[in-house]
């Protein structure tokens, strides 16, 4: 983009699990992605640390060099007593969609971290490989003499950074940085016992209070486990989450479970934001797109019809313009409202329309048997149990409607990226999306989208009913909203902005 410079130039330091495209689960990746390439187009200087898993696509690096080989300090507890070790790893560097990566991995000679088909899910302990994979982020850019001006660290897989930065590394040289904790989930808090922060190359008792990292839960019957993410929230000096109502919810509402006490403490609530996500424009842009059918934008509408004939083709549908098709992309998993997932997809053929259901991961909902069974000769429905970067493209760019009827939902992005293919939202209102979701009949002016606060079938009716009609009987007024929501900015520029404020109120000028 053409995005102006800022003044001051920082060095900021990403630590995350995932990164778009090649090594993405879900939104956290495309955040990561995000963020960094919206702080270098302004002019800081931003590298991204990641566990170079074995399933990572060679091909999706670019100028792929081995950088060094460092010993990385790892501990582990025997017979009660503190003992040190450390694991040989090979650190190297390359460029994941331009944007410069240090790639990390551990001597496969002595054990299996990050070795597996898949991002997550491999046959290792995934509390010893992040606990190990922190270290190791903090190890290299001691090694390498770095001195960056924010280390910013994500989810519960590097929340350990900001407890082993100023614990270890600050009183080492490397007394620069300031820590950024950035929340994606609060589901998953890092459940930690004292005896396995060992991994991370130090004793976990000393972060065994209750204004460190003790497990809060755990007082009286169980006072040796830790929280990773409680240490990160504690440790660090600004914590984010990823949009205002999910911030308002965890201190306020139940979003937070138990952690919600530690928020609450004025000297935390005071350093906690919440900060909407943006899209990374350059890798969801349907007028420049190279994995959909044809290109279009909201004056150039045509690419979508074709898109659209396309996709009904590609999964055998009907092929019509006149069944409006609602896609819903998600992880399957509680979160995402499985069983209000399940009951639009009949509410949906009941009512004239079309359903795609792109899904990945376990908690099925009995996806598959309906794919399988029920639905397999179905001209309205296509239920795919998989992981698709690909199809996913394709189905924004072909749907009228993308669902996201999530119980809770800290940002959500599908109804961004879906919004920018010129589809219309449903949503159950939470987190993010009461941010980015305004009912239309609520707000005929600024509604981008049909809403709903229920966790019942009724309730997703009210929304659902409501934009399939609109669709069948108002075809101006549709077309209208599509255009309307393509040309609404929801790329990373406003949001990198507020990250830099913050950047720069932590750190002091050079
Ligand atoms: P979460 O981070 O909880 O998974 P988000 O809405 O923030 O939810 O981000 C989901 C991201 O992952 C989007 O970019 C979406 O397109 C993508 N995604 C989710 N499920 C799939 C899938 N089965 N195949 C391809 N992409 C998916």
Redesign the pocket.
Known sequence: GASARDERTLHVVHMAAEM?PIA????????VTGLARACIERGHAVEVMLPYYESLPDEGIQDLQHSRDLECPKGKVWDGVFQRGSLKTSAFRGKIDGIPVVLLRPDWGVCNIFRGGAIYGGAYNELEAYLYFSRACLEYLRVEGKNPDIIHAHEWQLSAIPMLYWEVYHSTGMGRPRVVLTI??MDNSGECRQDEFAFAGLPGDAFATVDRALDERTIGHNPERLCLMKGGIVYSNVVTT?SPTYAKEALEGGAAGWLRATLAKPEVSSKFKGVL?G?DTAL?DPAKDPLIAAPFSADQLDGKALCKRYLQQGLGLDITPDKPIVAC?????P??GIHLIRHSIYRTVELGGQFVL????HADGDFRALAEGEFRDSKDVKI??????A??HQI?AAADIVL?P?LF?????????GMRYGAIPVVRSTG?LADTVTDVDADPRNGNGYCFGGMDAGALNSALDRALTTFREDKSRWQQLSQQNMSLDWSWQRSATSYIELYNQVQPAA
Do not use: F
């Open positions: 778009a993405k689960v879900g939104g956290l990746g495309d955040v994606h989930n990823v996500n899209i969801w992309i998600t992880r399957l998993v979160q995402k792109l899904g990945s991961g795919m149990v998989m992981y698709s970067e199809l996913a924004y996201v999530s939902e800290p940002c959500g992005l599908t109804q961004l990226v993010g």
